[in-house]
T-cell receptor
Framework: QQQVKQSPQSLIVQKGGISIINCAYE??????FPWYQQFPGKGPALLIA?????SEKKEGRFTISFNKSAKQFSLHIMDSQPGDSATYFC??????????FGEGTQLTVNP | DADVTQTPRNRITKTGKRIMLECSQT?????MYWYRQDPGLGLRLIYY???????NKGEISDGYSVSRQAQAKFSLSLESAIPNQTALYFC???????????FGPGTRLLVL
């Protein structure tokens, strides 16, 4: 059973636009929420992560916004570039230091 | 050289065959994981191991088994492959004191 719900399943954005991917979680007991980025033919790699003691974390063009009361967090990619085209996964750390992943979002940034 | 390697990268097998997917890492991490990736379902945990003597079932362990031969090696076996085990399989590692998981390049498995 998926405990992290991710949307949209696919997203097409023009170069320079803002890409927004959303995730909703159920379990409030854990405190680590990462985003992974996966390029075709590659394994996922950590992009950015947040803990719920802050509402936002920014690294370059990538920002996580965290809403603890709504049990939601989102990834914002500012000034999206064709090189950002990839599949993005949100995740929640569950018991025993395991990660439960969302369904994934395939992002395409058109030139 | 890659820190997490998986062999083979691609495999085609027939229903009922036993196959083994192998994972090796040079990161010195204690923790290793096996996931499968299916379109629309994301990454789902099959098995994980926090050290050589520790093996734990994940979300979807039925039909799979694992072996942790050494700190650096973690193998996934399909005892009798079936078509719905066709998927992309990833191995990952992490340090005991860090949440970040490092993924291998994946093995694409097709069961006919």
């Amino acid at each position: 059973q998926q405990q992290v719900k991710q949307s949209p399943q696919s997203l097409i954005v023009q170069k320079g636009g803002i890409s927004i991917i959303n995730c909703a979680y159920e379990n409030t007991a854990f405190d680590y929420f990462p985003w992974y980025q996966q390029f075709p033919g590659k394994g996922p790699a950590l992009l950015i992560a947040i803990r719920p003691d802050v509402s936002e974390k920014k690294e370059g063009r990538f920002t996580i916004s965290f809403n603890k009361s709504a049990k939601q967090f989102s990834l914002h990619i500012m000034d999206s570039q064709p090189g950002d085209s990839a599949t993005y996964f949100c995740a929640e750390e569950t018991s025993g230091s395991r990660l439960t992943f969302g369904e994934g979002t395939q992002l395409t940034v058109n030139p | 050289d890659a820190d997490v390697t998986q062999t083979p990268r691609n495999r085609i097998t027939k229903t009922g065959k036993r196959i083994m997917l192998e994972c090796s890492q040079t990161k010195g991490h204690d923790r290793m994981y096996w996931y499968r990736q299916d379109p629309g379902l994301g990454l789902r945990l099959i098995y994980y191991s926090f050290d050589v003597k520790d093996i734990n079932k994940g979300e979807i362990s039925d039909g799979y088994s694992v072996s942790r031969q050494a700190q650096a090696k973690f193998s996934l076996s399909l005892e009798s492959a079936i078509p719905n085990q066709t998927a992309l399989y990833f191995c990952a590692t992490s340090a005991w004191n860090q949440e970040t998981q490092y993924f291998g390049p994946g093995t694409r498995l097709l069961v006919l």
